[in-house]
């Protein structure tokens, strides 16, 4: 029996349940649970780890993704359900990123049918993500752009918003400490990318892979005048190590400490915090991705079995 946890927000959308019930009559056991409110997904999740489930679906956007994510992580690692993505959000960055179906049936297919592989697990703090957290202006946009707007603009909410309000942004200073190195930073905009994209398609971390045991990092320093934002904004094709304002590297951890609250969206969800550890837990997660993922370091062998396995 698997398990689709569902946000109620979109259970009633009629696809959904045309998918479900297709799936059903072709034989599929498949259970659906679904959300009233904050926190249920999480619940659900964990719920399904006791009740022996060998796989859940998250069916909802980015930050159902995470609820079920975080539910799954309380478990441990023998009870730990493999994850499904069912996308029915607005961004859908983590599903876009792993190649996955977008459409409800295609998608529903996918989940309940193809192989799972193990993925690092990022946690800040007390919380878990899978694909990425952002600090600073990226994490204002998100969490400052109303749903409904992101609904009818889809990601290009998020660059117009975000156009408006790079001329308003303000720095956040900290102290920041990575494996390798630390740094005292004017920030911009920060990214721990255990995947590749997050806003709605902005691509802050391309060459994260969900199983290298390591947060790829993306740090932009702040700018005073339009010939640093010019500046910057060529940096930030480049993508140096260490250029002027914008910096590149990975890391198993990171560590920020700052002097007030800095905005983060932790895969899609707004939070702050005036400091934070980071780190990743390699392999703590099986997920359910497309033979071909982009976003492994060892390409799938086509016979659903990754070389990294076959190697071994
Ligand atoms: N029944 C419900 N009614 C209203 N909100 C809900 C319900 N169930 C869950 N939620 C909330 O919905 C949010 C998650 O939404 P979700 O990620 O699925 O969609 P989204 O924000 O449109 O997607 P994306 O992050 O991909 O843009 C969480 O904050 C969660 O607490």
Known sequence: MIRLIL??????????????????????????????????????????????????????????????????????????????????????????????????????????????????????????????????????????????????????????????????????????????????????????GNGTQAGGGQRLTPEARLDDGLLDILLVRDFNSLREMLAMRRELLERPRKGEFVETFRTPWLSFEGADDLPLTLDGEPMSRTGFHAEINSGALELVVPEDCPLFSHRSNGAGESWSRAAS
Do not use: C
């Open 7 to 192: 946000n109620g927000q979109v259970a009633q959308l009629p696809q959904v349940r045309e998918a479900v019930f297709a799936h059903r009559n072709a034989g599929a056991e498949l259970e659906v649970l679904v959300t009233w409110e904050q926190g249920d997904a999480a619940l659900l999740a964990e719920q399904a780890g006791y009740a022996g489930r060998s796989r859940v679906i998250a069916g909802g956007g980015d930050g159902t993704v995470n609820e079920v994510v975080n539910g799954l992580m309380r478990l441990s690692p023998e009870r730990r359900p493999a994850l499904g993505i069912l996308p029915l959000g607005s961004a859908n960055d983590l599903a876009t990123s792993l190649g996955l179906p977008l459409m409800p049936g295609a998608a529903l297919e996918a989940a309940l049918h193809l192989s799972s592989r193990p993925v690092d697990v990022a946690r800040l703090d007390d919380r878990y993500f899978l694909n990425m957290t952002t600090g600073g202006f990226g994490a204002e946009v998100t969490s400052s752009t109303p749903k409904s707007l992101k609904r009818l603009l889809g990601g290009g909410a998020y660059s117009l918003i975000g156009a408006l309000k790079a001329w308003q942004h303000h720095p956040y200073a900290g102290r920041l400490s990575w494996a390798e190195g630390q740094s005292d930073a004017s920030l911009f905009v920060l990214a721990m």
